[in-house]
Structures are given as C-alpha cells and as structure tokens.
C-alpha cells in the first residue's frame, strides 16, 4: 500500500495427531512510514539538536501466535492452550499544533522558520522523536469437561509486558520539554465456572480470580533556558508571577532539570457471578443475572527532583508537589441485572434490561502532588429495551435499541499541564438511541446500514475543568455535553455484486467480482475536558471504497482498498500544550491511504 505499508499474514493449521491434537501457528508483521511529514530534520538553524525522523508515526508490528487443541485428551474432556508473543514499535502519534499564539510561534520559528499551525495539512515540526517500543507475552489454558449434561469450565491466562516511550511534549522544533518512561506489567487470572443443560431453568454460575503487579519509573525533563523563552514570550500575559521570572534569573546556559517518578500498584480481585433463565414459554422469559466482586489495591507513588532547583521549578511551572506514600483501597461491589426477552413471532423478539455496573476507583500514577493521587469508584445503573426482527425469510434484518443510563462519579481524564490523571465528575447521564439493518433488495446487491443519536451531559460537575486562557481554577460544567460523545453517528455500507449484475462477466470469467463503499458520519465532539473550542471536531463524513476478485471456492483473493478516499481533514484528538496557554496541540487522522491484498488460501 502507500507509505510503503507491507503486511504479511501467515497461518498454518490442522490435526498433527487425529483426533488428539490439532494445531494452529500464525505469524503477523506490519509495517508502514511514517504518515506526518516532520519539516524540522531538513532546518538548518542549527540551534538545537535534532533527533528525529522526516517522517512521523510510523508502524513496524510483529506477533505470533500459537494453539494446541487436544479434542479428546479423557473421554468428554476438550482442552486448549494457546501462547501469543508481540512486539509493537512506532516513533509516535505525531501531533501537530492545531492552534498557537504569536509567542510560540515567535520561539519555534527561531529553530524551525517552517514551524505553522495547520493541523489539517499532516505537517509537523518536533525535534525529537515520540518513540514507543512494546513487548508482551500472553499464554492461556482452557478446560471444558462435560460432567454429565452439565459442562466445567477452567481458564487461566497470564500475560506480561514491557514499554519505553519518549514524548517531546513541547510538540515543536525546542528541545524544552521531554517525557519519559519505563512500564512493566503483568496479570494473571483463573475463572471457574458451571453451565446447566438447555431447559425450562438454565444457568451459568462461577468464580473468578485476578491479581496484577504494574510498575511505571519516568521523568518530565526540562531544559531551563529554552523554557525560559517559552515562558518570557508569556511574559505580558499574565500567566506566571513575577517571581516566576525571578527564579530564572542567574540560570547557566542549557542547564538539564528534571523530576523522579517512581509507582508501583499491585491488585487483587474475587468476584462471584451468575445468570439464570427461566423460560417461562416458548415465547417469553426472564433472565436475573448478579456480580459480587471485592478488589483492593495498594501502591507505592513517588515523587521527587535531581535538586532543590528542580523542586522549585516544577512547583512553579507545573505546580508539582514532591510526595512519598503508601496507599490502600478496598472496594466492595453487588451488580444485580433483570431482563425480560419476548418473542412476539418468529420473526421479532422484544427485549427490555435493568443492570448495575461498577468500575473501581484506584491511583494516579501521573498525580502532580498527594491530593490527586486517589480517584473514586464510578457506578452506573443503565435501561436498555429494543426489538431485534428479521423480515421477508430474513431478506432483511432490523434491530433497534434506546437506552438511559445514569453515572454517579463518572471518571473522567484531566489534563494536569504534562500528562493525563483520572478524576470524577459528580453525576452524568447518557441516554440515546441505535438503529442498525440489512437489506438484500437484489440478488446482486447487500446494504448494511446504522444510526445513533446520543445525549451524554453531566447532571452536575461544577469543579470541571476550565479553558486554559480563563485564568479560572475550577468551572461548572454541568449541563455540558460528556467528551467524545457525538450527539449523531451514522455508517452506510453497500456491496454490490458485478459477477451477478452483468450476466457476461458471470458466464466468461472463473471468479467473484464485488465492489463495495463505506461511508461513515461522526457528528461534533470535543476531545478534552475543558470543552475548548480549540480542542474539537466538527460534523464529518469519512468514505472508503474496495474491490475484490475472488475465486470460485474462495480459495484465493484479491482486493483493492481505499481509506478516507475524500482526503477529509478528520482529528482524532487535541489538548493544550504545557507552559502555552492557547496553544494546542492535534493528532489528526491519516490522509488518504491506498492498499493491495492478495490471500491464498490450501
């Protein structure tokens, strides 16, 4: 494909042994260059050392996987192991400023003159590289015994990985702002469960174990002189005290500052769960589900400076607080859930849900000081009912869903100045509605189709977040729209079969000729929770088109693709830059994109 895409997909398969052992291998590798071009390798100003390549965000993607299945180890007994290792590298989301204010652009021109603000033209201007390298392992191991009519279910399933990521989170050609950061993880779980045979009374009913060890060491560096150009073109606004400025004064040239953060959480959760039907007819029946679930987490989060400087820089800057604590958290949860399921005919079936849910509250591992190191739960009490149908012998299908559900301590992410953290906003509700169907209206013709509408605010949020440039410390969001939350989203995506529409190509060519689009519409949303304007995207329509040959017994394949075909100007996500009010930074998503696959299939 373009941008030199390569990806290779291999897989193998089939009984080793028969009726003993069946295996499947399969190998994955991805790469492509970088798709944002990056103006600052080619400056010569020589200011600032350049590390970074011509072209940004990049992907190189290897994994491989293997499965062993003994259908017959012991009479009635199945088993399946499977081992899975990965190794993900990329030189980074590149973002580029969406917006900037004269001072920043007055600093960044110094070491780049093509530095600009238009984040539509997928061009960037970053002196160092966004480089993110990640290394995982997983292995898993299933039992199924049928015990009588009744079948035994054991998993167990470990996983571990490792990740190095450098950020230039200045997002321009100054060698200001760089974070850093090592993270080691690992899990483990084990879930045991019963499932009844079909009848008038069934249920599945089990228990499930999980505990997990991350650890995250990183740095915010800091190179004081070139921050202090950045905070100086600041200098009439306001921002910064004078005594800010003070502290800079007597600074050596290119000195090197940084902070020490060091955390480390260790989790552990029970859980018990069940679901039981009573099929009360054939048509109708009731469904009672229940989730019981302790979790504790413990962890020790660090904070400290490589000198009393450093301490005073961030505490100034970046308002950071050093700290040194041991935490604790218990929580307990019941999630009871009621459904009721009613096939009105054979062609439609009514549903209506009530359901709980819970997401545990925990640690922050980039809190700036010890009084945003803790979030809350959030719970969420959800109804749901719909109806799914099928029509004309299953020509065509409709299914449509409304929904209300109420969040109590919503988490949210907040922007603290250099990274993101967790908070809770105080209630929110999100209520809306899906329609999704197809429809074969010819024999050489398949439509698939969707839509939502969507009305996500917070019923109260009054310490939200404020817009950068405000001057305010908190503001009272209430009522506003929850982020990433487009009020209408809708998908349309026919295909057309040529070998069956023109009867020629039918009769003198040995293969399946198809050709299909894909249109998708996202309605307005913003991507931070401030709600700046500046950090949003407007009402889009994303199109992509392909075509395929295939052969008769689908053995073979070939298809030719396209993404964002329109080349529409669509971002992904936005945010302020640290130390700039009203400047902000964007990643955008890619533009067009053009690819080529061929499967072989023996």
Same mark, same amino acid.
């Given at each position: 494909?373009?941008?030199?895409?390569?990806?290779?997909?291999?897989?193998?398969?089939?009984?080793?042994?028969?009726?003993?052992?069946?295996?499947?291998?399969?190998?994955?590798?991805?790469?492509?260059?970088?798709?944002?071009?990056?103006?600052?390798?080619?400056?010569?100003?020589?200011?600032?050392?350049?590390?970074? +390549?011509?072209?940004?965000?990049?992907? /190189? &993607? !290897? @994994? =491989?996987?293997?499965? %062993?299945?003994?259908?017959?180890?012991?009479?009635?007994?199945?088993?399946?192991?499977?081992?899975?290792?990965?190794?993900?590298?990329?030189?980074?989301?590149?973002?580029?400023?969406?917006?900037?204010?004269?001072?920043?652009?007055?600093?960044?021109?110094?070491?780049?003159?093509?530095?600009?603000?238009?984040?539509?033209?997928?061009?960037?201007?970053?002196?160092?590289?966004?480089?993110?390298?990640?290394?995982? +392992?997983?292995?898993?191991?299933?039992? /199924? &015994? !049928? @015990? =009588?009519?009744?079948? %035994?279910?054991?998993?167990?399933?470990?996983?571990?990985?490792?990740?190095?990521?450098?950020?230039?989170?200045?997002?321009?050609?100054?060698?200001?702002?760089?974070?850093?950061?090592?993270?080691?993880?690992?899990?483990?779980?084990?879930?045991?469960?019963?499932?009844?045979?079909?009848?008038?009374?069934?249920?599945?009913?089990?228990?499930?174990?999980?505990?997990?060890?991350?650890?995250?060491?990183?740095?915010?560096?800091?190179?004081?002189?070139?921050?202090?150009?950045?905070?100086?073109?600041?200098?009439?606004?306001?921002?910064?005290?004078?005594?800010?400025?003070?502290?800079?004064?007597?600074?050596?040239?290119?000195?090197?500052?940084?902070?020490?953060?060091?955390?480390?959480?260790?989790?552990?959760?029970?859980?018990?769960?069940?679901?039981?039907?009573?099929?009360?007819?054939?048509?109708?029946?009731?469904?009672?589900?229940?989730?019981?679930?302790?979790?504790?987490?413990?962890?020790?989060?660090?904070?400290?400076?490589?000198?009393?400087?450093?301490?005073?820089?961030?505490?100034?800057?970046?308002?950071?607080?050093?700290?040194?604590?041991?935490?604790?958290?218990?929580?307990?949860?019941?999630?009871?859930?009621?459904?009721?399921?009613?096939?009105?005919?054979?062609?439609?079936?009514?549903?209506?849900?009530?359901?709980?849910?819970?997401?545990?509250?925990?640690?922050?591992?980039?809190?700036?000081?010890?009084?945003?190191?803790?979030?809350?739960?959030?719970?969420?009490?959800?109804?749901?009912?719909?109806?799914?149908?099928?029509?004309?012998?299953?020509?065509?299908?409709?299914?449509?869903?409304?929904?209300?559900?109420?969040?109590?301590?919503?988490?949210?992410?907040?922007?603290?100045?250099?990274?993101?953290?967790?908070?809770?906003?105080?209630?929110?509700?999100?209520?809306?509605?899906?329609?999704?169907?197809?429809?074969?209206?010819?024999?050489?013709?398949?439509?698939?189709?969707?839509?939502?509408?969507?009305?996500?605010?917070?019923?109260?949020?009054?310490?939200?977040?404020?817009?950068?440039?405000?001057?305010?410390?908190?503001?009272?969001?209430?009522?506003?729209?929850?982020?990433?939350?487009?009020?209408?989203?809708?998908?349309?995506?026919?295909?057309?079969?040529?070998?069956?529409?023109?009867?020629?190509?039918?009769?003198?060519?040995?293969?399946?000729?198809?050709?299909?689009?894909?249109?998708?519409?996202?309605?307005?949303?913003?991507?931070?929770?401030?709600?700046?304007?500046?950090?949003?995207?407007?009402?889009?329509?994303?199109?992509?088109?392909?075509?395929?040959?295939?052969?008769?017994?689908?053995?073979?394949?070939?298809?030719?693709?396209?993404?964002?075909?329109?080349?529409?100007?669509?971002?992904?996500?936005?945010?302020?830059?640290?130390?700039?009010?009203?400047?902000?930074?964007?990643?955008?998503?890619?533009?067009?994109?053009?690819?080529?696959?061929?499967?072989?299939?023996?």
């Amino acid at each position: 494909g373009t941008f030199n895409r390569e990806r290779v997909r291999l897989a193998a398969g089939g009984p080793l042994i028969e009726d003993f052992l069946n295996v499947r291998v399969a190998y994955d590798r991805d790469q492509q260059d970088g798709l944002i071009k990056n103006t600052t390798p080619d400056s010569n100003t020589g200011l600032d050392p350049v590390d970074t +390549d011509d072209a940004l965000r990049n992907r /190189d &993607y !290897e @994994l =491989g996987r293997l499965r %062993l299945h003994f259908p017959s180890l012991i009479d009635g007994m199945d088993i399946n192991i499977s081992a899975t290792t990965a190794e993900i590298y990329s030189n980074g989301s590149a973002t580029e400023l969406s917006t900037a204010t004269s001072g920043t652009l007055d600093v960044y021109r110094r070491y780049d003159p093509a530095t600009e603000a238009d984040a539509g033209n997928r061009t960037t201007s970053q002196n160092a590289n966004q480089d993110t390298t990640r290394k995982g +392992d997983s292995y898993s191991f299933q039992i /199924d &015994y !049928e @015990l =009588g009519e009744y079948l %035994l279910t054991g998993i167990w399933g470990t996983s571990e990985f490792e990740k190095d990521h450098l950020l230039d989170a200045d997002f321009g050609p100054i060698e200001a702002i760089l974070l850093t950061g090592d993270d080691e993880y690992k899990q483990t779980s084990l879930e045991l469960r019963i499932a009844s045979p079909p009848g008038t009374f069934e249920y599945v009913a089990g228990l499930y174990y999980y505990e997990s060890d991350f650890l995250g060491i990183g740095q915010v560096v800091l190179q004081t002189e070139r921050v202090l150009e950045i905070v100086e073109a600041d200098r009439n606004g306001g921002r910064f005290p004078l005594s800010a400025f003070n502290l800079l004064n007597g600074l050596s040239a290119n000195q090197r500052i940084n902070n020490n953060r060091y955390f480390d959480q260790q989790t552990e959760s029970t859980a018990v769960f069940g679901q039981a039907t009573w099929n009360v007819s054939d048509a109708l029946a009731l469904i009672l589900g229940m989730r019981y679930s302790e979790e504790e987490k413990t962890a020790d989060a660090k904070l400290s400076y490589n000198s009393d400087f450093s301490r005073d820089f961030f505490n100034t800057f970046l308002n950071e607080e050093p700290y040194d604590e041991q935490l604790k958290r218990k929580e307990y949860d019941f999630s009871p859930k009621l459904s009721v399921r009613y096939e009105l005919n054979d062609e439609i079936t009514l549903y209506a849900t009530y359901a709980t849910a819970f997401k545990a509250g925990g640690f922050n591992e980039q809190a700036v000081d010890n009084t945003n190191l803790e979030f809350e739960p959030e719970e969420a009490t959800t109804l749901e009912a719909g109806a799914k149908m099928r029509f004309l012998d299953g020509i065509a299908t409709l299914n449509v869903g409304l929904f209300s559900t109420e969040f109590d301590n919503l988490q949210v992410s907040l922007f603290n100045g250099t990274n993101f953290v967790v908070g809770n906003a105080a209630s929110a509700t999100s209520r809306g509605v899906e329609i999704e169907g197809q429809l074969i209206p010819a024999q050489w013709m398949f439509l698939m189709g969707s839509i939502a509408y969507l009305d996500a605010r917070y019923d109260e949020f009054t310490n939200g977040q404020c817009i950068a440039t405000s001057g305010e410390e908190a503001c009272d969001l209430s009522g506003r729209e929850l982020t990433r939350a487009p009020e209408w989203e809708a998908t349309f995506a026919p295909r057309i079969s040529l070998t069956k529409l023109v009867a020629w190509l039918g009769d003198n060519i040995p293969a399946e000729i198809g050709f299909g689009v894909d249109l998708s519409y996202r309605a307005h949303q913003f991507f931070s929770t401030d709600l700046d304007p500046l950090d949003d995207q407007g009402g889009t329509t994303e199109v992509g088109a392909n075509l395929k040959i295939s052969g008769p017994a689908e053995d073979w394949s070939l298809m030719l693709s396209a993404r964002n075909a329109t080349n529409k100007k669509i971002q992904a996500h936005g945010q302020d830059v640290p130390l700039q009010a009203g400047s902000h930074f964007a990643t955008m998503e890619a533009k067009p994109r053009y690819y080529a696959e061929f499967m072989y299939r023996w």
